[in-house]
């Protein structure tokens, strides 16, 4: 009772936008947790009505290229769009938050390197340097993982080393260095504490960032290959429904945008709630 009445107090504590963004939010990683058991049909069941049907009491949202249910093939579609950015989202962060906290408390020289390179990776265009990753190395769903967290890892290194090397030279920080603590003590105990609620909020663009990138190879074919399908594979697929202005294009669509959006909303509703890293850090002194 106590999580769920934390819970409900953080969620009041949300502006309208926020509230929604969050809803919009849960409804999608429910339906990726759920969706396999709660569709209406075989997600591949080829021919279970007509080609390219509008919406109706028996198909929802429709029919695609093939006559297969439309809202079937996005609720198994939302694994792969959801699962696969959350999982180079998350590693994106950690990867370069782990990289800025390890420049941030080592000497000079390896500051630099890991610098330069940052800089050198932010140079190039980040749906460029994926379509180069994709088309040497092919598009398995591992190597689609591989490809969006060497994309922007760089992006969350600078937003982290900016945050550490603030941190660092807090007195709190130097009183942990005087008492003899380890450079790994000063980083993960000290340091990444306080900056923990922006790099939060970096992750929620992260992931954004990722779902869009995906959903673009995708649209592309360099994404997630058939069987298999991600929304953006929806889309692709069905382009040629597009005149007749199918559901099996536009809902996909407004799939991706839908949870675009709530993220957006639900992050943007967070900047006002978090408190800032020179509060948290007066806290701990």
């Known amino acids: 009772m106590r999580y769920l009445s934390t819970a409900w107090s953080f969620f009041q504590s ?33 021919g279970s009505g007509p080609l390219f049907s509008g919406f ?12 297969r249910d439309i809202l079937t093939r996005i609720l198994y579609g939302s694994r792969y769009t959801l699962g696969l950015a959350l999982t180079a989202a998350v590693l994106a ?28 990776l932010l140079v190039l265009p980040g749906k460029v340097l994926s379509l180069m990753i994709v088309a040497v190395f092919g598009s398995s769903l591992p190597m689609l993982i ?20 603030q941190l660092r030279n807090m007195d709190y920080v130097r009183v942990s260095q005087l008492r003899g603590e380890s450079r790994a003590y000063i980083a993960l105990f000290e340091i990444l ?9 970096d992750f929620g663009l ?24 991600d929304w953006g594979t929806l889309v692709r697929e069905n382009m040629q429904g597009l005149f007749n202005g199918s559901p ?14 709530g993220v957006n909303l ?12 020179l509060a948290l850090a007066k806290e701990e002194v």
């Open 193 to 201: 504490p306080n900056m923990i609620h922006p790099m939060l909020a």
């Open 56 to 67: 109706s009491a028996r198909f929802w949202l429709g029919t695609d290229y093939l006559g």
């Open 266 to 277: 639900f992050i943007d509703s967070l900047q006002s709630l978090r408190p800032t890293t």
């Open 93 to 120: 962060s950690v990867v370069g938050t782990l990289l800025a906290l390890l420049a941030a408390v080592s000497g000079r020289w390896l500051e630099e390197i890991l610098g330069r390179v940052n800089d050198a």
């Open 248 to 261: 099996a294009v536009l809902m996909p669509a407004l799939a991706i945008a839908s949870l675009t959006i």
């Open 146 to 165: 591989v490809t969006a967290v060497f994309t922007y890892w760089p992006g969350a290194y600078r937003i982290a080393f900016a945050l550490a090397s």
């Open 14 to 46: 949300l502006r309208f936008s926020g509230k929604l963004g969050l809803l919009i939010t849960l409804f999608w990683v429910v339906m990726a947790i759920l969706g396999s058991k709660i569709a209406p049909y075989p997600v591949n069941d080829i």
């Open 206 to 229: 992260r992931f954004i960032y990722i779902v869009l990138l995906l959903s673009g190879l995708s649209f592309l074919g360099l994404g997630v290959q058939p069987p298999q399908a």
